[in-house]
């Protein structure tokens, strides 16, 4: 029986999981027979609160590199994804690959031990309990889906090669491909049920509620280009959750001007941080620099200026130089205006559009957006997406779904050591190859 490659067994667990993790491979690898037991693995925020992938957000274009630089990058990965070159995960064997199905892992164990009756506690625990579960696994599967399968496209979904769907501990359990729509089809499923099943608010933003079910589920539908479904998966998420920074009373000067945990973020995630990532190596591409208006506090609060003239990211609302890419209230809003304006609703989008950048700019240079033609107004919302969520991991998701439409396809270039790379619209290289430790093990299909 061909193994499930995962690289548990060289991750340390945090110490108060050592208990449940310690077990041989070739046996039951946990055994959690309580309420508290299961929340005390869905606390380990370093394993499923982080190292989400990060691949996509190096091959994307918000930033370039330097030809120095770029040669100073001591890993083959970091490299040769912001080239798009093939050889990116083989080097270290904790990866995108592997590190988000470490989350699924943790996410069976729980769900397994509920299935079996194993766990026990009341009602309300058990639900909450199983609920985080299931988000935990959709959100991993969301990120392996956006690094290592296809773009959903509605016409190909049924058989384009997807991800390894693991519903199960089990480390000798076959692993096999499923299709595109398989893997979106069961990762709404769980989501849809997590949202179910969480109660409405958490008291720490590191575990899932069911307002973060909700907003990924918004995320997913938008993905997915289903915006009737995301447009109500949003309504439902803003209804309980509506509060936006109001970036005039954020401090520029300051060296990381959102804190962690503020109250913009519906749950709380982050990816793997690159080292090109920190200053000054990373310059933020020019053109999107050059898209933030006078008035716009964002170009301050996100961007901080290097030696040379050159500009860093230091907005993340994770407070620091890690990567948030989790939910928040005003990727819901774009969401929502994008989705309105597909949908033909021109004035609640531009209302909705204006509730946001009202927050976002100076009080007294702000001016409400009017606009009546739908095409210009979804221009402008996708550009206000691009601004708004800058370094979250999403402009790869965005660059993946947009390609699809001939009008907004874009080609990307990089200048590196005298040669010019480009990635070309829809072109494979939007999907990273799997590990070959993994197909070696298991026998599943590499991407092209």
């Known amino acids: 029986m061909k193994k499930y490659l995962l690289v548990l067994m ?45 691949a996509g957000q190096v091959a994307s ?8 630089d770029w040669l100073a990058v001591n890993t083959a990965l970091e490299r040769n994804a912001y080239i798009w070159q093939e050889e990116v995960f083989n080097e270290n064997p904790r990866n995108d690959w592997s590190l988000s199905y470490q989350k699924v892992y943790y996410a069976n164990l729980v769900l397994e031990g509920l299935a079996a009756g194993r766990i026990k506690g009341t009602l309300e625990e058990t639900n909450s309990i199983k609920g ?11 990120h392996l889906l956006q690094i290592f399968a296809p773009a959903w496209n509605p016409q190909t979904a049924a058989t384009d090669p997807g991800i390894a769907l693991r519903l199960s501990s089990d480390l000798h359990a076959p692993t096999v491909r499923a299709s595109v729509e398989q893997g979106y089809r069961q990762l709404l499923e ?31 539908y938008l993905t997915m280009g289903d915006y009737p479904l995301a447009l109500e998966q949003v309504e439902k998420g803003l209804t309980y959750r509506s509060v936006l920074i109001d970036f005039n009373t954020r401090n520029p000067a300051a060296a990381f001007p959102f804190p962690l945990f503020n109250e913009e973020v519906i749950f709380h995630s982050h990816m793997s941080t690159p080292a090109m990532f920190y200053p000054p ?14 008035g716009d506090l964002r170009s301050q609060l996100f961007f901080g200026s290097n030696p040379g ?66 095409q210009k107004l979804l221009d402008l919302v996708l550009e206000e997406r691009r601004k708004e969520l800058v370094f979250r ?8 779904r947009l390609n699809l439409e001939p009008e907004r396809a874009v080609t990307i270039r990089r200048l590196v050591n005298n040669q010019m790379y480009a990635l070309e619209p829809n072109s494979a290289r939007y999907v990273f190859k799997i590990p ?13």
């Open 10 to 54: 060289l991750v340390l667990p945090c110490s108060g999981c050592q208990e449940f993790l310690d077990a041989k491979p070739d046996k039951k690898l946990a055994i959690i027979t309580s309420v508290k037991e299961a929340q005390t693995l869905l606390n380990n925020v370093n394993i499923l609160n982080g190292a989400y992938p990060s």
């Open 61 to 68: 274009d918000e930033f370039y590199l330097l030809t120095a």
């Open 132 to 142: 985080q579960a299931l988000f935990f696994r959709a959100y991993a599967c969301y």
């Open 190 to 220: 769980d989501a849809r049920s997590a949202s179910e099943l969480l109660p409405v608010e958490t008291s720490v933003k590191t575990r899932p509620s069911r307002v973060a079910a909700l907003a990924l589920l918004a995320r997913v």
């Open 281 to 294: 190596v990373l310059k933020v591409d020019s053109l999107l620099l050059n898209s933030y208006q006078a």
């Open 309 to 374: 003239g050159s500009f860093h990211f230091k907005g993340s609302y994770a407070g620091s130089n890690n990567l948030f890419n989790g939910l928040t209230v005003g990727e819901l809003m774009l969401i929502k205006a994008e989705c309105q304006t597909r949908l033909n609703q021109v004035t609640q989008a531009a209302s909705t559009l204006n509730a946001l950048l009202q927050k976002r700019w100076k009080a007294d240079l702000f001016a409400p957006v009017v606009v009546s033609n739908a």
């Open 393 to 400: 991991g999403l402009r790869w998701m965005d660059l993946r």
């Open 436 to 448: 070959q430790d993994v197909i070696a093990a298991t026998g599943i299909a590499q991407n092209p």
